[in-house]
């Protein structure tokens, strides 16, 4: 039986890194089990943020992908000013820490490119694909956003071809994202990036998101919305526990009073990219207080960063008494985040604090479910990452005003650690993996074909 075809038009693709690449990566590397055949459309030149040579390794041999060159205006914003690049993953200075550079640049990219500044790839590749799918016979095509001008080269080919089946896959919400309100709209502007994401909603056969309280969200206001989560993948995550295992095995053959599991600390790791908008201050000060006054923990911790870490945060614990058990590593590929993660006790993760987050489920608690680590969590209220928690008896979520129960909970994995427990989980992990995901996805795709 012949496969039908996708045709998966995404900003993001190898050897571009950092979370957004991995979603159709993996459903592109999957997809072909269950019958589908993926195309990738994305542009030959584009500006990304982050690099990650590993993620090639994923991507199927015998893949087509078709490229068009896009003009991006970030040079000239970075021109003005540096740290513009940090608007290509999304982040900003707040408050006090901006400059009126800062300002005059985020009011300039929110009000002038609508919805983003990649928009002006959004003509060119409406008329290119608008012939190549003349040409080839696609049975259904997926837009990725952000960036979401994707959704409005989606939203014009269908109004071209309205019997061309189109699935909108928010990765992150438009307008409902948090540094939406930091981008010094004026009203109009405000006004046009509504309506398109409202055309985008009800033009699309099927809206995707990421998380249950974001697919909720978009049934709201008129999407036919689906929630398929982000996952990890049993490839990437498996050859590093049999190694992690092995390891420790071997250890232990050669001596006996190993008592920690595979860390020779106590390790409490932070893996990604943390801005200033998620940056878990409380967390620091209970840190602060246990070095300060807790001379067996003292003697123990580590707090480890692996990725790009915002100087004013490495800045606040530069100046305190943590200051001393700070390993920070930088930015890594993908594999060796990995192996971070799988050599820690406790991982890091937050989200922004406003309620309006809590369907943020980053794709990085499920490479953290991967590792049967214990998770400890920031965010809002009632958020979705607390369900999967709850789900998986993984960890625990904290909104960012706790103290007391952080300590709390910390000192309690301690304590397991110091006797020689390992803070193994999990449960009910496998409706994560990236091959049960993609089967959704498929089964989806065929009811939406048919």
């Known amino acids: 039986m012949e496969q039908k075809k996708i045709l998966i038009i995404t900003y993001y693709w190898p050897p571009a890194g950092g ?130 001008s994707l959704h409005l080269i989606g939203l014009q080919l269908k109004k071209k071809m309205p019997t061309l089946k189109w699935i909108a896959d928010f990765r992150d919400p438009w ?43 978009f049934r709201k206001a008129g999407a036919n919305a689906i929630c398929i989560t982000n996952g990890f993948d049993e490839s990437d995550s498996g050859e590093t526990a049999k190694l992690q295992n092995h390891e420790i095995a071997d250890h232990q053959n050669e001596t006996h009073t190993l008592k920690h599991s595979n860390t020779q600390t106590f390790t409490l790791s932070y893996i990604g990219v943390l801005e200033q908008l998620r940056n878990p201050e409380n967390l620091w000060k209970v840190l602060d207080e246990l070095v300060k006054t807790n001379p067996d923990f003292a003697d123990s911790f580590t707090l480890k960063f692996a990725g790009r870490i915002d100087d004013k945060i490495l800045n606040s614990i530069e100046n305190s008494a943590l200051k001393k058990h700070v390993l920070n590593l930088g930015y890594l590929s993908h594999d060796k985040a990995i192996e971070e993660m799988q050599s820690s006790d406790l991982l890091l993760i937050t989200n922004f604090p406003n309620a309006s987050s809590k369907g943020i489920i980053p794709g990085k608690i499920f490479e953290y479910l991967a590792t049967g680590k214990q998770i400890l969590s920031f965010g809002p209220d009632q958020a979705d990452v607390s369900k999967i ?47 049960n995901l993609t089967q959704q996805l498929a089964e989806i795709l065929d009811q939406t074909v048919h």
Do not use: C
Request: aromatic share 14%; net charge positive; proline share 5%.
């Open 175 to 217: 307008t409902e994202i948090s540094y939406y309100q930091h981008l010094k709209l004026t009203k109009s502007s405000d006004k046009k990036h509504r309506q398109l994401e409202s055309e985008v909603f009800r033009n699309a056969d099927i809206t995707l998101a990421t998380s249950y309280t974001d697919a909720e969200n």
């Open 19 to 148: 979370p957004g690449v991995q979603r159709w990566l993996k459903f592109a590397k999957y997809l072909p089990d269950f019958g589908w055949k993926p195309i990738i459309y994305t542009p030959e030149n584009p500006s990304y943020p982050l690099l990650d040579e590993s993620l090639m390794k994923d991507v199927p041999e015998n893949i087509h992908i078709v490229k068009t060159k896009i003009w991006e205006p970030y040079q000239l914003a970075e021109k003005l000013n540096k740290s513009n690049k940090k608007f290509k993953a999304g982040q900003f200075d707040v408050g006090k820490n901006q400059s009126w550079k800062s300002k005059l640049s985020i009011w300039v990219r929110g009000n002038f490119f609508i919805p983003d500044a990649r928009v002006f790839w959004v003509k060119p590749s409406v008329k290119f694909l608008e012939q190549y799918l003349k040409e080839h016979k696609i049975d259904i095509i997926v837009t990725s956003g952000p960036p979401h």
């Open 389 to 435: 928690l709850e789900q998986t008896k993984a960890g625990k979520h904290f909104s960012y005003s706790d103290s007391e129960s952080i300590k709390s909970f910390i000192l309690e994995k301690f304590e397991l650690w110091k006797n020689g427990n390992t803070l193994k989980n999990t449960q009910n992990i496998e409706q994560f993996s990236r091959k």
